[in-house]
């Protein structure tokens, strides 16, 4: 059986390749849509039902999804036009109990992903090798920098895990 935290598995950095590139930029492509579709015809009641034991509820999942993805691109942007800049790092779990995000239906978020991340392929797309094995930023809770290349893995992996959170629980629940 499978971890209902990490239903693909924990994300793992890859050595660079050119269709790993491509696969990735695809990821952040077409995430908004796979989310999109992975939460279609689901009810309030459902969208507040917990993906795991323990775990936010689909609302949560969704706009987090949102909430991430916005310092993401944010964070590629500093690293293309400042050397090695500092990140800020947030709490993810002080954030999924916001107002916005219990308030706020889902569509928001998923109107937000969709231009974001239309924004975020645009400036990344056409990065060569070379920038994207050497511009980086640094992470003051983990004491490391990170380059742009591992970035775009993890988030790559960001938007799959979070999805097949949805997935997952609408498989579980029968959820048509």
């Given at each position: 059986?499978?971890?209902?935290?990490?239903?693909?598995?924990?994300?793992?950095?890859?050595?660079?390749?050119?269709?790993?590139?491509?696969?990735?930029?695809?990821?952040?492509?077409?995430l908004?849509?796979?989310?999109?579709?992975?939460i279609?015809?689901?009810?309030?009641?459902?969208?507040?039902t917990?993906?795991?034991?323990?775990?936010?509820?689909?609302?949560?999942?969704?706009?987090?999804v949102?909430?991430?993805?916005?310092?993401?691109?944010?964070?590629?942007k500093?690293?293309?036009?400042?050397?090695?800049?500092t990140?800020?790092?947030?709490?993810?779990?002080?954030?999924?109990?916001?107002?916005?995000?219990?308030?706020?239906?889902?569509?928001?978020?998923?109107?937000?992903?969709?231009?974001?991340?239309?924004?975020?392929?645009?400036?990344?797309?056409?990065?060569?090798?070379?920038?994207?094995?050497?511009?980086?930023?640094?992470?003051?809770?983990?004491?490391?920098?990170?380059?742009?290349?591992?970035?775009?893995?993890?988030?790559?992996?960001h938007?799959?895990?979070h999805?097949?959170?949805?997935?997952?629980?609408?498989?579980?629940?029968?959820?048509?």
């Amino acid at each position: 059986m499978t971890d209902a935290r990490y239903p693909i598995g924990k994300y793992e950095p890859q050595p660079y390749s050119d269709k790993l590139r491509q696969d990735w930029l695809n990821d952040i492509r077409y995430l908004p849509q796979l989310l999109e579709n992975a939460i279609l015809n689901l009810d309030e009641a459902q969208l507040l039902t917990p993906y795991r034991d323990g775990g936010w509820t689909i609302k949560q999942v969704v706009h987090h999804v949102a909430d991430s993805h916005m310092n993401a691109l944010i964070r590629f942007k500093l690293a293309l036009t400042e050397e090695n800049p500092t990140i800020k790092p947030y709490d993810e779990a002080a954030w999924a109990e916001l107002n916005d995000v219990h308030e706020l239906p889902v569509n928001i978020s998923i109107t937000l992903l969709h231009a974001m991340h239309a924004r975020w392929y645009s400036c990344i797309k056409n990065l060569a090798e070379q920038e994207l094995l050497t511009r980086s930023v640094f992470h003051p809770e983990h004491k490391k920098q990170i380059i742009l290349w591992d970035l775009l893995g993890m988030y790559a992996w960001h938007g799959k895990h979070h999805t097949a959170h949805v997935t997952g629980i609408r498989e579980k629940m029968g959820w048509k």
